[in-house]
């Protein structure tokens, strides 16, 4: 083989399309990943303080500082109820945001260069990605539980419960395949923070996510009826507690899930095959 041929060749496998493997082959070279990234956070475990401490402040600061403006002073125990299921719902959104950031960090460090050089599946590195993230968002919506019961959370349906987290993870990892798209083809990570709060915070607080979506102006009532976010936390509410019918909430919530996850998958997946 020539030395121009040598050079060629691993820039090639990164361009063209992905390598033909099987199915099994395809699940081990994702186990293969997930195992690359767990190791890789055992060697920076900062990397796990977003995780360990958002659901922690933003319980905290929610409950008491905005709880008695909201609920009415000395009914935070009843906005416990209420938040805490919504912040479900945020905690996908913001650890998303960080799946982009870490991938293009990726990008910027050779990883993912010399991963494109491999004949695997560009698909495996994307899910194998997802994967690890949504067992930081399981653990981030386990301590954002643990603490809402330590400040009073009551939940009449364990079944219920485990429904709500599992829909808050299906939604937050459809989330993620548009964060993945951004972190490939945004310059740098500041540029995605950018790009996130700028479309998260609206997201997030126009919803019912904090409050009732009674006590907003009608337009922005308008805009809280076709937010994701509203469904997500009104379906978890009603999961974990009753009270309301759920079935509304639940489809719209998948639904924007498998539509989020249909559109932007094969369109991250290609972004990340072709981009040089």
């Known amino acids: 083989m020539s030395a121009a041929t040598a050079v060629e060749a691993p820039a090639a496998l990164g361009t063209d399309d992905d390598p033909h ?96 050089s491999l004949p695997i599946s560009r698909a495996s590195v994307l899910i194998a990605k997802i994967m690890v993230e949504i067992g930081r968002l399981l653990l981030a919506t386990a301590i954002l539980l643990g603490v809402g019961f330590l400040l009073g959370l009551s939940v009449s349906n364990v079944p219920g419960l485990f429904a709500a987290i599992g829909l808050a993870l299906v939604f937050g990892s459809s989330i993620m395949w548009i964060f993945l798209t951004m972190g490939v083809v945004m310059k740098n990570a500041q540029a995605i923070q950018g790009m996130g709060f700028l479309v998260l915070m609206p997201l997030q607080f126009g919803s019912s996510i904090f409050s009732p979506p009674s006590t907003m102006p009608g337009w922005l009532q308008t805009f809280t009826d076709y937010n994701p976010l509203s469904s997500l936390a009104d379906a978890a509410r009603g999961l974990m507690n009753g009270g309301q019918p759920v079935a509304h909430d639940v489809m719209i919530t998948l639904l924007w899930s498998l539509v989020i996850t249909v559109v932007m998958a094969p369109v991250a997946i290609h972004k990340y095959r072709t981009k040089t």
């Not at 796990?48 to 659901?55: E, G, H, N």
């Not at 409950?63 to 009914?75: E, L, T």
């Not at 945020?90 to 982009?100: D, F, H, K, Q, S």
Request: aromatic fraction near 12%; hydrophobic fraction near 50%; glycine fraction near 12%.
């Open 21 to 116: 493997v099987g199915i099994r082959a395809h699940l081990r070279h994702i186990s293969a990943l997930v195992r690359r990234n767990v190791l890789w956070i055992r060697q920076d475990p900062e990397s796990m303080f977003d995780v360990i401490l958002m659901p922690i402040v933003f319980t905290l600061l929610f409950v008491f500082v905005f709880g008695g403006a909201i609920a009415g002073k000395g009914n935070q125990d009843e906005y416990v109820n209420y938040v805490v299921p919504g912040l479900m719902a945020m905690m996908g959104m913001n650890i998303a945001m960080g799946v982009g950031t870490g991938f293009n960090q990726d990008f910027q460090t050779g990883v993912m260069d010399r991963f494109r």
